[in-house]
Structure formats: structure tokens, C-alpha cells
């Protein structure tokens, strides 16, 4: 069973910091590239940031300098430490496993909505 699990979202106002956090299946957490993705009301799915088996990690543009993805891989899980939140970072974030190359190894949690508001 492959199992993707996100908490840690809610509201936070402008500046401020959540954390999320993806519990994965053990069968496939250490050989997936994990990331974060995230959905605003009327736009496109965007990638936020993936990290690899070997800890390096990828951001989109927007978020470098605020978002660090970090994983514990005695935990199964995947962190979003996500600071200096703007508005603009309102929206469903969604923890994701993938392996390059395989498209049918592709795995979604549920999402948690993160919203920045004052």
C-alpha cells in the first residue's frame, strides 16, 4: 500500500511560518524523489520543491530564501519548513512521490490548505 499523509497546514498570517510535514509508506519513501506541490484557487498545479534519495533539494524561484524541503528518512517523512509566508503562498499544498523516468510511479497525498491572510 502506498500512503501519503500531509498535515500541518492552517492559517497563518503574512510573515509568519508553518511547517508541513508527508508521512510516506516505507516501501517507497527511500527510493522516491519526494516533493511538494502546490494548487491556488484557478491556477495550475506548481512545483514548490523536490528533494532526492541523496539530499539535494530543488525550489521554484518564488520560494528560495523562504521554503527549505528537508527529509527524515528514519521518519518516512518529507518537511516543508515554509517561512516569510506571503498571500500569494495561499493554496492546497500537495506532498507527491515520483521516480524519473517510470510515469506510472507517480503518488499523491490529499493536500492541506495552507492560507496567508491578516
Do not use: H
Given at each position: ?14 510573515g509568519g ?10 516501501n517507497i ?8 506541490y502546490r ?80
Open positions: 500500500q502506498v500512503q501519503l499523509v500531509e498535515s500541518g497546514g492552517g492559517l497563518v498570517q503574512p511560518s508553518l511547517r508541513l510535514s508527508c508521512a510516506a509508506s516505507a519513501f527511500s527510493i522516491s524523489i519526494m516533493g511538494w494548487q491556488a484557487p484557478g491556477k495550475e498545479r506548481e512545483l514548490v520543491a523536490r528533494i532526492f534519495s541523496s539530499g539535494a533539494t530543488t525550489r521554484a524561484d518564488s520560494v528560495k530564501g523562504r521554503f527549505t524541503i528537508s527529509r527524515d528518512n528514519d521518519k518516512n517523512t518529507v518537511y516543508l519548513q515554509m517561512n516569510s509566508l506571503k498571500p500569494e503562498d495561499t493554496a492546497v499544498y500537495y506532498c507527491n512521490a515520483m521516480r524519473l523516468g517510470l510515469s506510472a510511479y507517480n503518488y499523491w497525498g490529499q493536500g492541506t490548505q495552507v492560507t496567508v491572510s491578516s
